[in-house]
C-alpha cells in the first residue's frame, strides 16, 4: 500500500510560481511511476506530468504545461516535486499525486494510488 500526501498549493498571481510536493509512504517509491493530474470545477482530472525513476526519456509533460512545468522526484525522500512557472487563471485546480507501475504515457486509470489532492488558484 502507497500513500501519498500533497501539499505546496496555494493562492499566487498570473506568472508566479509555485513548487507542489507529494509525500510518498513505502520503501518501494522509486519502482513506481509518479504522476501530477489536475481538476478544474466541473471538469474532467486531465494529465499533467508523469516520472519514471531513471533514465533518458523519463519525463511526459501535457502540451498545455510543457515548458512551465518540471516533474522531478527524489527516491531518498520519498518524495516527488511539480515546480510551476509562468502560471495562468487555466492552470486553477485542484491537483493529484498519482503513483502507478506503468510507464510515463499511461492513462489515469492505470495508476493504482491517489492523494487527496492540493488546491491551485492562479488570479489574473
Known amino acids: 500500500q502507497v500513500q501519498l500526501i500533497e501539499s505546496g498549493g496555494g493562492l499566487v498571481q498570473a506568472g508566479g510560481s509555485l513548487r507542489l510536493s507529494c509525500a510518498a509512504s513505502?520503501?518501494?517509491?522509486?519502482?513506481?511511476?509518479m504522476g501530477w493530474f489536475r481538476q478544474a470545477p466541473g471538469k474532467e482530472r486531465e494529465f499533467v506530468a508523469a516520472?519514471?525513476?531513471?533514465?533518458?526519456?523519463?519525463?511526459y509533460y501535457a502540451d498545455s504545461v510543457k515548458g512551465r512545468f518540471t516533474i522531478s522526484r527524489d527516491n531518498a525522500k520519498n518524495t516527488v516535486y511539480l515546480q510551476m512557472n509562468s502560471l495562468k487563471p487555466e492552470d486553477t485546480a485542484v491537483y493529484y499525486c498519482?503513483?502507478?507501475?506503468?510507464?510515463?504515457?499511461?492513462?489515469?486509470?492505470?495508476?493504482?494510488?491517489w492523494g487527496r489532492g492540493t488546491q491551485v488558484t492562479v488570479s489574473s
Open positions: 513505502g520503501r518501494t517509491f522509486s519502482r513506481y511511476t
Open positions: 516520472i519514471k525513476w531513471s533514465g533518458l526519456a523519463s519525463t
Open positions: 498519482a503513483a502507478g507501475t506503468g510507464g510515463i504515457r499511461v492513462p489515469k486509470d492505470q495508476y493504482d494510488y
